[in-house]
């Protein structure tokens, strides 16, 4: 069991093996970074690559897409092979590509045929409103009422989805099912496994939103069955603002049609042909669209080498003792001012931040943002928290629970508005 006092934390630090990755990255100096879970902090790997890829543009220019170190034309596919490392899957049913909204908005394309009465698509009433946007959209494209196909699960505690719901939900009127593997306010993890084995019971086709998990922990998304998912880079993979997504896409379908095609899906070796007929390359890579986007990819290739070399396992081992001992210091020392803890205590249902609640959470993050902490709100009442493994120390957890000890007994928040900036 932990202990609440400052030299418990040092002691945890220096029991940690993995804490030598914190010189890696950019650590500002009495800043403590709890949001990386919302966009992960810059190593100086990355920052090579990214430098490596200039200079290849500098000195090879349109050489670079055959002469650079990975040459560019290959570039999202190697990277893609060291991505399937981390996330179960053979190296060629993911590829590196554009965003994950727009992402998506592909899987759409592919998985939504909506046929006789199998028409409707369930998702969730917590999902994060850009997948939402993005299947309403891409129904209403379609010609359909939004009302009459999408299906949102209702939480019944507005901060988790109950998965007997979800799988109750399943029946042969349902088309697919689009589900985030943690969501993105409180960190419930969802069974992915479990959900796609139940669908695929009832002939549903099963797209999960990785944005909250991808980097987080080892996925087994090829062992899981699951038919299609995406996720950005720029949280727990740490490849900058706006940085490259992933697409994967599980091999039995790699023969579908995309309804979003472009030339670098086409087939490699004749990409360049330059024919008026799409011939589709057959794997994850034929669902490319465009150029790859390479400046916004290469912090990904550095930030994959740190991976490889700290361990996925390792790194989820770290997260779990991490948000484990950020649980324990709230309970011990918060709940008196009020504060809750919205995200589950399991470890099988927990992602890689915790949910902090309070019903004052605008002005308490206010006067956490003044205290060099960064946390982030989510509206109407949650502060996240994200010990991030590959560089937030015990002894920073204990601080930012110590500092928000002191904000509630001096009543610091209290000078603040209760008005939210426009980025929270
Ligand atoms: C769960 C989830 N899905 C989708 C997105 C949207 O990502 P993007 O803006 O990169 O398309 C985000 C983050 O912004 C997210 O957290
Ligand atoms: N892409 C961003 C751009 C600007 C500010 C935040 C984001 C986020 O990614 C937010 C994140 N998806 C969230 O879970 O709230």
Known sequence: MFDATKEYALKLDLEDESKKFRDRFYIQND?????????????????????RVLNEWKTLAINGWSDAKIPWFYYAEELAKKMSKFMGTSENEIIIHSSATINLHIGLSIFYKPEGIRSKIIMDELNFPSDIYAVKSHIKSLGYEVEEVLELIKSNDGKTINEDDIINSFTNEIALVILPSVLYRSGQLLNIERITKEAHKKGIYVLFDLCHSAGAFRHELSKWDVDFAFWCGYKYFNNGP???????????????????????GYKKESQFDMKLDFVKSKNAGGFQISTPHLLSMAPLEGSLNIFEEAGIDNLRSKSLKLTDYLIFLIEKKLSKFDFTIGTPKEHSRRGGHVALEHDDAIRINEAIKNNNIIPDFRFPNTIRLAPIALYTSFFEVWKVVDIIEKIMMNEEYKKFDDKRSTIA
């Open 31 to 51: 800043l403590i970074y709890m949001d990386g879970n919302s966009l992960g902090m810059m190593s100086i790997d990355a920052e090579t690559c990214v430098n």
């Open 242 to 264: 706006g940085g490259v997504a992933s697409i994967y896409i599980n091999k039995k379908h790699f023969d579908r049609e995309t309804g979003l095609a472009g030339w670098f």
